[in-house]
């Protein structure tokens, strides 16, 4: 079975400081991986995702994200935040573009 | 294109009571899901359509929620009847069959639920 472990709740930071949120995901076969962004009564809006290729993915805002088999994680970066990039996020697994499981979500807060 | 339709935005209900979420998705998708996402929580796939065949129910509570998705298109989830636990946002989310958008999930604004 899939699993996906967000391993931090809230992360703090202030604007223009880099930021890491951190994804650990288990499963038996290979899997495709999402990173999604909820802004404030919104729904959930895709990031960035990894197919295969490349382990170094690039998103959409500034966003990168990188798969490490070895350690199965997805962590997600930037390298300057800004204050509207304060938001919910989700780390996502999916077996071949299928069931989706989704993290708890890590909520980002930009401070000026 | 136009995104992922979804009404009401806002329902507020007692226990007990009824409802109905209705979802119209990105036109030519296949795929639709509905979730479930309760406060501090990623969303929980409730159930999953390819057209108008239901693909995956398995964590549905069929004692008191249904979903329907007549014609391959549109698709509304009923509750009846609701429980104080059913206090959600109930997200709807399409898929499409390009190759350059594999695996990504199209989102609706979703539905909040508040049963008093």
């Known amino acids: 079975a899939q699993s996906v472990t967000q391993l931090d709740s809230q992360v ?3 604007e223009e400081a880099p930021v890491e949120l951190r994804c650990n995901y288990s499963s038996s ?7 999604y962004v909820q802004y404030p009564n919104q729904g959930l809006q895709l990031l960035l995702k990894y197919l295969s290729g490349s382990t170094l993915v690039k998103g959409i805002n500034g966003f990168e994200a990188e798969f490490n088999k070895s350690q199965t994680s997805f962590h997600l970066r930037k390298p300057s935040v800004h204050i509207s990039d304060t938001a919910e996020y989700f780390c996502a697994v999916s077996r071949g573009g299928f069931k989706t ?3 708890a979500g890590t909520r980002l807060f930009v401070k000026a | 294109e136009a995104g992922v339709a979804q009404s009401p935005r806002y329902k507020i209900i007692e ?3 009824s409802v109905a979420f209705w979802c ?3 036109s030519g998708h296949a795929t639709l899901y509905w979730y479930q996402q309760i406060l501090g929580q990623g969303p929980k796939l409730l159930i ?4 108008n065949g239901v693909v995956d129910d398995s964590q549905l509570p069929k004692d008191r929620f249904s979903a329907e998705r007549l014609k391959g298109v549109d698709s509304t989830l009923k509750i009846q009847p609701a429980k104080l636990e059913d206090s959600a946002v109930y997200l709807c989310a399409s898929r499409g069959l390009e190759k ?3 695996g990504e999930q199209f989102f609706g604004p979703g539905t909040r639920l508040t049963v008093l």
């Open chain 2, 100 to 102: 350059a958008k594999l």
């Open chain 2, 15 to 17: 226990k007990r009571q």
């Open chain 1, 101 to 103: 499981i989704f993290g």
């Open chain 2, 24 to 26: 119209n998705p990105i």
């Open chain 1, 12 to 14: 703090p930071v202030f």
């Open chain 2, 48 to 51: 999953q359509f390819q057209n």
């Open chain 1, 29 to 35: 076969v290979s899997v495709y991986l999402f990173w």
